[in-house]
């Protein structure tokens, strides 16, 4: 486990920096100013950039990258081989699975869902999760399918479940989602 006195980190001694899941492991790299709550583990082979903030029993997995001033909320599960950009919120129980690209000033709120299988345990195919362009909006328990682009700046109602790409600054609501001119109210971006 890695000392982070000297990066201003506030670092609760309930939580794991540095879980080893094989022989030739590296610590993870965390970057000042971060605030990590108890339960959050954090596996080898990650690295983060300032500013990181958890919830309480976050999960980051192994060969995740992640930029500077991100949110990971409470419950939140970044399943490993991702890689996120700045400026990201993840609230509260969201699931990032393997081989997902998230953008920066990008919001995920909770209980948001991306997937990385299209054929759960049906049909031996190479995981791809989805691709979260730069200012979009994931609302709250909204579901993503594999594969699944959202464009920049685009905003995914609540409860969606997105089936195909999303794009740019558009907004995509119901299930399976429509896409929708995006309402002057919500064009802008992010104010993350």
Do not use: W
Request: hydrophobic letters at 35%; aromatic letters at 4%; proline letters at 6%.
């Amino acid at each position: 486990m890695s000392d982070h006195s000297e990066t201003n980190a506030n670092i609760d001694p309930g939580a794991s920096l540095g879980h080893e899941y094989d022989e030739d492991t590296t610590e993870p790299v965390i970057g000042p100013d971060a605030t990590v709550r108890s339960g959050t583990i954090i596996y080898d082979d990650v690295t983060i950039g300032k500013g990181l903030t958890t919830g309480h029993n976050a999960l980051i997995r192994e060969h995740t990258t992640i930029g500077d001033n991100v949110i990971i909320g409470t419950n939140t599960v970044v399943d490993g081989q991702c890689d996120i950009g700045s400026s990201v919120s993840m609230q509260t129980n969201v699931y990032v699975p393997t081989n997902t690209v998230i953008g920066n000033n990008v919001f995920l709120g909770p209980n948001a869902v991306l997937t990385n299988d299209p054929y759960p345990v049906r049909d031996d195919v190479t995981l791809k999760g989805p691709t979260v362009r730069d200012g979009a909006s994931v609302g709250a328990n909204a579901t993503v399918l594999p594969d699944v682009t959202i464009g920049q700046d685009a905003f995914v109602a609540a409860g969606a479940t997105v089936t195909k790409d999303v794009p740019a600054e558009t907004l995509a609501v119901g299930t399976p989602a429509t896409h929708q001119e995006l309402p002057e109210s919500l064009q802008g971006g992010n104010e993350i």
